[in-house]
């Protein structure tokens, strides 16, 4: 969390105390040391939005043997739509975006005889996923090698694994991408099976960048204000103990920039308010 310290001066009382002299208002120079010390703080969290998820748990690898093993995207996807829908979660659309990377990964596997979710070059998920052209808030990717007899017997293999139960399950998610592909792995004819899962950007209501610009200038503007109102008020101090004639319009122009400085940090309070209420529903959207 961004923390933003700020303060608000007020006046005592909520009115400045004034002496009339000859007409002329002089305040006390208690007073002025009110305005400026006299300080209610405030201490405001700007919210962050979650960052991207993902959830990659470790690849399953049979050692079956079945010669007449076939797999299909589709049977796959099938499968995995039936345990959710027994289990009371909510079919997964198929992607084809996401079916494009999964059998990027797929191959890419045999090609390179490695299986893992990370290429030999340090390709990761996420690039291999937004490379294809997906933006995603959350990503799942499940890896299976292996005969398995069809695309049932693989569905429930994941299923026994926790990990990929928990992809398969999830109610984060709501697309799926499926790539299978058979080749030679490690000197054998076997099936990689690739499922990509995720949550599109689109899904979910980013929260206003513009308002968060807005108030990060905000910001620095008040810690200007800050500044030159300290200054200000060392000025006054000075004069006051000099008895010096201009002490009045000084004070008068301090209490002025006093008002401005309250009046924006108001305002900023409030778009602060804004934005993480925006923060709020988004990580909600996020979290599923």
């Not at 690849?59 to 079945?66: E, N, T």
């Not at 049977?75 to 027994?86: D, F, K, P, S, Y």
């Not at 959350?138 to 090698?145: C, D, K, P, S, Y």
């Not at 309070?269 to 988004?282: L, S």
Request: aromatic share 8%; net charge negative; with cysteine.
């Amino acid at each position: 969390m961004n923390s933003i310290s700020r303060k608000l001066f007020w006046l005592v009382g909520g009115a400045m105390l004034v002496l009339s002299v000859a007409g002329v208002a002089v305040l006390y120079r208690s007073e002025i040391a009110g305005i400026f010390d006299s300080i209610r703080s405030v201490r405001t969290e700007l919210a962050t939005p979650l960052e991207k998820t993902f959830s990659l748990p470790p690849p399953l690898r049979s050692q079956g043997s079945a010669s007449d093993a076939l797999l299909t995207p589709n049977g796959v996807i099938a499968e995995t739509n039936r345990q959710r829908i027994l289990y009371g979660v909510a079919e997964l659309s198929e992607n084809e975006i996401l079916n494009a990377a999964a059998l990027t990964k797929a191959k890419d596997i045999l090609a390179r005889q490695y299986f893992a979710h990370e290429s030999p070059t340090g390709q990761n998920v996420q690039e291999l996923v937004e490379g294809a052209g997906y933006e995603f808030l959350a990503v799942g990717e499940n890896l299976a090698l292996g005969n398995y007899e069809d695309d049932m017997v693989l569905v429930q293999a994941w299923m026994a694994s926790p990990g990929h139960r928990e992809n398969i399950l999830s109610p984060l998610f709501s697309e799926i991408g499926v790539g299978v592909v058979r080749g030679t792995f490690e000197g054998e004819t076997t099936w990689v099976a690739v499922q990509e899962f995720a949550k599109p950007s689109s899904a979910c209501v980013w929260p206003d960048v513009s308002l968060k610009e807005s108030i990060d200038g905000n910001v620095q503007e008040l810690d200007r204000q800050e500044q030159e109102l300290a200054l200000r008020k060392q000025e006054l101090d000075r004069m006051r103990a000099q008895h010096d004639p201009q002490y009045n319009q000084k004070a008068e122009e301090y209490n002025v920039l006093v008002a401005q400085y309250n009046q924006l940090f108001e305002h900023t309070q409030a778009m602060i308010a804004q934005y993480n209420m925006e923060v709020t529903e988004f990580n909600r959207c996020v979290s599923g």
